[in-house]
């Protein structure tokens, strides 16, 4: 049964995950470890972790005979596109000493890669597993080099490194902060909350995007395969839908009729979304380790609305 040390536990990503590695594995067998102090009613093992500090994070691997590193914490792109230095320190710095960590105790490592480690010059429809990746924005820059420093790892050391570009990811838990995809999670909320939203992308933008729950099965499909069936390690494209804000506005009227959206681009997340994908192809998941999804936009949508309403946003 694994012992899984979460980086990052409280952001959007983890807080979820956190919670089903405990259902899964059992509680203690799950630390949970962020920069900010321990939440209330923590369900399990917490440790104040700040993932640039590589002794720190050895000694809390150490102690609890982690054999799984989920390493999440990192900087997203329209952040990355304003603090530089402080997303290479953090998102490579930080991977560096999660790999190290993870080579030093004989650990399997999950990172999450994304669609920003492609760029203007790649395909932009159905985006092959392997293709041209020149991203020209800074967080793309260190999610190129997060999945080329794993497979180092994975081929220089047998590290069992595995990662997945993730499309933005939705979810009415916690909202995501700093990215180019959050406008998706807004203007569900925005919906519920004023039958209104400006959208700060364009209509016609288009992304691939996934539902929180199939993103969280995916990791552990991943993180259970036969690691012998893998082609490819980091990272793997997957994706549930490919939509703009239009077919989003479209799905969310189909429960709040008067829904209204306008649009008022912002040139750096704007940017940064013109030179990612449109959609990519999941392919190689869905072969080498049966990636699948149970959401498509129209369901997505009736559970945020739904979630979001009882939440009283
Ligand atoms: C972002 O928008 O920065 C993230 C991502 C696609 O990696 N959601």
Redesign the pocket.
Known sequence: MKKIMVTGALGQIGSELVEKLRDLYGSDRVIATDIKASPEGSSGPYEVLDVTNGLLMYDIANRYEADTIIHLAAL???T?EERPLQAWQLNIGGLMNALEVSRSLGCQLFT?S???AFGPTTTKEHTPQDTIQRPNSL?GVS?VSGELLCDYYYHKFGLDTRGLR????ISYVTP?G?????YVVEMYIESVARGAYTSYLSPGTF??MMYMPDALNAIVSLMEADGSKLKHRNAFNVSAMSIDPEMIAEAIRKHIPDFKVDYKPDPLRQA?ADS?PDSIDSGASIEEWGFQVHYDLDKMTSEMLAHLAVKGN
């Open positions: 997203l792109s329209a990355s999450p994304s669609i920003a967080y999610k993730f499309p933005g990811l995501p700093g990215g180019t995809t959050d992304m691939d940064i990612w």
